[in-house]
């Protein structure tokens, strides 16, 4: 039997077609916006889906819609800040499909507040979705990946507003933990079958509704502008890479999609220039007078010029 080349176009294609069949994927937060595109798209590549989502009536409407399209999933209503939920989907997804192979740590919750406006509940409950919920979800996974002896994918979901947003400081502080835990996690992963990675998906959501009033000021603050946001189901084919075997070398990043924009996004690094001294005040003064005051990072979103 003759075989197309993966390098082919038709290769290419028979390759998308297959390449999450016989997949068992958690997505959280599947009941709408973003979470609804990955689910749908990686049920239509064959993967089995547990759809999640903190509201039964979305968990289970999408996994309708699924099974309608001729799909597999499952619904399973859970709200992942609460820790012991991670453990629920990890074991409800190989109670209805006999294993898991993949999660998608999609829930998240947005609430746009200055600084000046920050409360301590609207802080803790970004901190308990969005960090707590991709953590606990995290650990259940790998814990039964290594309990099935297989290998595996993790897929977190960060956002560009990591690198610093108006009125988004403590949501992007949340995202920003799940991009350190994701390097981290895949430090300590390295060497093994199970793969660690995260996207920074850019749509019209729900989410981004709620946050569209200050987009103006956030514009006017960074580089990186975008006067209309993509449909979600623009991002699903990259999660649903990251979930295929064909990603089996991708391993410890932060994918960036921006509509037709596609691009890996920098770890946290040391900037140039590294000066030595014997650091005293007078010392130091001088040194950001004369070379550090010129090197100052830029704030916000920035990226490479594009690729033609």
Known sequence: MDHQPMTSPEGRVAAAEAALRGKAIVITGAG?????????HAASLGAAVLVNDV????????????RAAGGRAV?????????????????????????????????????PQRLEELTEAELARLIRVNLFGTAACAQA??????????????VNVVSGSHAGDVALGAYA???????????????????????????SPLAETAMAAANAPLMGAQSAAREVVYHSLPDPQVNAPLVSYLLSDLAGEVHGQIVRIAGRQLSLVTHPMIASPVLEDDWTFDTIAAAFAERLGQSQQRLGLVFAQAAP
């Not at 709408?32 to 749908?40: D, N, S, V």
């Not at 509201?55 to 699924?66: C, F, G, N």
């Not at 939920?85 to 947005?110: K, M, P």
Request: hydrophobic fraction near 45%; proline fraction near 2%.
């Open 32 to 40: 709408g916006g973003l979470g609804t595109a990955y689910a749908r």
């Open 55 to 66: 509201s039964p009536d979305a968990a289970e409407r999408v996994t309708a819609e699924i």
């Open 75 to 111: 619904a399973h209503a859970a709200d992942v800040s609460q820790w012991d939920s991670g453990a629920a989907l990890v074991a409800a997804c190989i109670d209805a499909f006999g294993h898991i192979t993949g999660l998608v740590n999609n829930a998240g919750v947005l609430r």
């Open 141 to 154: 996974t790998v814990l039964a990946f290594r309990r099935q002896g297989t290998g595996g994918s993790v």
């Open 173 to 199: 502080a949340s995202k920003g933990a799940v991009a350190s835990l994701t390097y981290s996690w895949a430090m300590e992963l390295r060497g093994s079958p199970i793969r660690m990675n995260a996207v």
